[in-house]
């Protein structure tokens, strides 16, 4: 396996749930952070956490996945810092559940562009900060949505598949850059961010925590593995 430590980590949506778990295990590689999100006080305690747990150096910056000038001006900030960047993680996802009847046009804009133009933006400007000879990885969680429709968020499910199809896309324009796709797609995970109120059987799904460690185990896999998709869900939910 690949050591993680001193190679630097772009993990955009750190402060979610899923977000906090991957940092919390990437700090004890000893890997150097630069962590995106939209919240300024929540991205700076999270970095005081992975500096405490021995992460390297830890950058804390916010950024609106949608705006292209937001996105560059991250990118720009995390090669300052770093130098370059060895692996991104793209984690914001978003869905309203409704029929499409009920739908306002603007709730549909934020899917998609959460999902499938945050990937984008982040890839666009991500790429141009690689070393071929560090051999980088670009990585994204979409969902088993994304070949599973269900009839709750057809609009998140089609966001989904558009980003699980963007990623293979990618994956052959980067190859010549020496870079590795992934696409991790999970089932159902218990976050309040995600869910809020809804009601689901959360105590089903999977914790944060189970993400996280498929994440770290990719990470860590031998440069001349390329791990193109990872669907994974809780066996407790699938037995329902």
Known sequence: MNTLKDRT???IGA??????????KLAKHGANLALGGRNQSALNSLADSARDAGA???SA???????????????????DTFGHADILLYLPGMSIAAPV???DLSDYDQIVDVNVKGLFLSAKYYLP????ERNPILSFVSSQAATRANPNAPVYCAAKAAAAMLGQGLGLQAMSKNVRVTNFKPGPVDTDGFWGDRPVPREKFMQPSD???????VFSLPSHVA?????FESFTFMKK
């Not at 977000?19 to 919390?24: K, L, R």
């Not at 993400?211 to 185990?217: K, S």
Request: no cysteine.
């Open 9 to 11: 980590i772009v993990l």
């Open 15 to 24: 402060t979610g749930g899923i977000g906090q778990a991957v940092v919390s």
């Open 56 to 58: 390297g150096t830890v």
């Open 61 to 79: 910056q916010t950024i609106d996945v949608i705006d292209e000038v937001s996105v560059a001006s991250f990118y720009k900030s995390v090669s």
């Open 101 to 103: 009847t009920e739908m």
């Open 129 to 132: 900060i690689t070393q071929p």
């Open 211 to 217: 993400v996280a460690e498929i994440i770290e185990f």
């Open 227 to 231: 791990m193109h998709e990872v669907s």
